[in-house]
């Protein structure tokens, strides 16, 4: 894998949306957090235009991606937010540009579709973490939240166990992977594509957000039809903020994970506070991470150089 250059103080990092319009009020709000690291700030130029729920024209969106992939001066790109529409710019982003410019990128929720694409057409890590207008301009935006950013500035591997919250295991094991994954409705979306989630032998990440009990049963049943479940080494199980479901009776979320994870053959761990949560735990997805259910504890060898 190829792990992208550190920052350092005074490099300027690049913001765009790939897929929702974000609240420009918000936007603006997140931006000292960055300033405040000693970073400078450059905003897409097509940053303010909205078309519907998508954050401008596919040809907008995809022109400021590759503008900041090919600009030199930018050090990192961070996506101002989720919502729809990465996965429609996959098929037509420049891959061979992002192997001569490999460089950090940050984002999560839609943005998986864009790290599964980028890590498999390019062996670059990429990072699944918070992002401005969604998550740094919020008041619920935490201390601990910002540190996870410090691992863009110095190789760190990160540790994640019960020091931080209690964790469960649906099944024990201990295994060692790559880490892949993220939003399980957009991993879901990339089957039967070209860019079809890759899961033999890698530790899986899925999180999601706002989905009842039968949606996420659907999608992991999809996953394990496609073989996605089995194929994996380790599942880790972060966030799932669930709703008041529509349905009644219905199963618990966490009577779905045991359907389909008890006698799963390695570690399944969950209560990760990684995906749509605070704490927001930021973690490097195409690093090498070790999972045991056995001291519950989750590490991820550094993501930048």
């Not at 790559?178 to 899986?204: A, F, I």
């Not at 009776?249 to 990760?272: A, C």
């Amino acid at each position: 894998m190829i792990r992208p250059t550190r920052l350092k103080k005074g490099d300027t990092i690049g913001v765009i949306a790939p897929a929702g319009p974000p609240d420009l009020k918000k936007l603006n709000k997140a931006i000292p957090f960055f300033e405040n690291m000693g970073l400078h700030v450059k905003l897409g130029k097509n940053m303010k235009e909205v078309r519907g729920y998508l954050a401008g024209t596919d040809e907008q969106r995809l022109e400021d991606f590759h503008d900041m992939i090919a600009d030199r001066k930018i050090k990192a790109i961070i996506f101002a937010r989720g919502g729809y529409g990465t996965g429609r710019l996959i098929d037509q982003i420049d891959y061979d540009l992002i192997k001569r410019n490999p460089k950090i990128i940050w984002g999560y929720s839609d943005i998986t579709y864009l790290h599964t694409a980028i890590r498999q057409q390019t062996d670059l890590i990429t990072f699944h973490g918070p992002m401005l207008a969604s998550d740094v301009a919020k008041d619920e935006f935490d201390t601990f939240t910002g540190s996870l950013f410090r691992q863009l500035f110095e190789p760190t591997e990160l540790s994640y166990s019960e020091k931080i919250n209690p964790l469960k295991a649906y099944a024990a094991g201990i295994a060692q992977g790559q880490l892949v994954g993220g939003n399980l409705s957009l991993l879901v979306s990339t089957l039967g594509t070209p860019y079809e989630v890759h899961t033999k032998d890698k530790l899986v990440l899925l999180e999601d957000v706002g989905e009842e009990p039968y949606r996420i049963d659907s999608m992991l049943n999809q996953l394990r039809l496609a073989g996605k479940l089995s194929d994996a080494a380790g599942i880790v199980l972060g966030d799932f903020a669930e709703p008041v479901t529509t349905l009644s009776p219905s199963l618990t979320r966490h009577q779905v994970f045991e359907d389909y994870f008890t006698d799963f053959n390695g570690p399944v761990l969950s209560g990760f506070k990684i995906g749509h949560c605070f704490p927001n735990f930021s973690v490097p997805l195409g690093a090498i991470a070790n999972l045991s259910t056995k001291d519950r504890t989750f590490v991820i060898e550094p993501g930048v150089k």
